[in-house]
């Protein structure tokens, strides 16, 4: 990233819910630490069930999250800019509860590892915290919608 792309990004960092309070000093310092990845319409960015371990924070486009219930794909979301999607497996490396795919104009994603993850909560101890509290809500949403998706099944065909 050059100079300008450094500034977006740090405006960006601040958007995030889970950074929100961490200072400009300290979100500098993540500045460095992070990847840029460009992903084309349409391509997977991340399937359910693959191992990850980073975080995903779009700047740009927009990105799909899908999951299978019984053999049927469920939207369970539509992500935007500034909004981020893989923190799960950023506290902890596990396999991905969705699949990512990149939207009808593409994505280009800011990418945050799960070990540089474990660098910065060296010096911000309860960014943990507040990312377990946005995972708990996330995986609440995930089961409910499946939950919708299964009632409907159970629902008679009225001819």
Avoid: C, W
Avoid at 36 to 55: H, M, P, Y
Avoid at 77 to 94: D, K, V
């Amino acid at each position: 990233m050059d100079l300008k792309e450094y500034v977006q990004v740090l405006e960006l960092l601040k958007k995030i819910d889970f950074l929100e309070s961490v200072s400009e000093p300290e979100l500098k310092n993540i500045l460095f630490l992070l990847q840029k990845q460009d992903v084309s319409a349409g391509k997977t960015i991340l399937f359910q069930g693959e191992i990850a371990n980073r975080l995903f924070i779009i700047r740009k486009g927009s990105v799909t999250i899908t999951t299978k219930s019984k053999g049927q794909r469920i939207i369970l979301a539509q992500l935007n800019a500034p909004m981020y999607f893989g923190e799960i497996s950023l506290l902890r490396p596990t396999s991905a509860t969705a699949t990512v795919t990149a939207g009808d104009a593409g994505a280009e994603l800011i990418v945050l590892t799960h070990d540089a993850m474990s660098s910065i909560s060296k010096k911000l101890p309860n960014i943990q915290t507040r990312i377990k509290a946005v995972i708990d809500a996330r995986i609440a949403s995930k089961q409910k919608a499946k939950e919708a998706s299964d009632a409907g099944d159970d629902k008679p065909n009225s001819k």
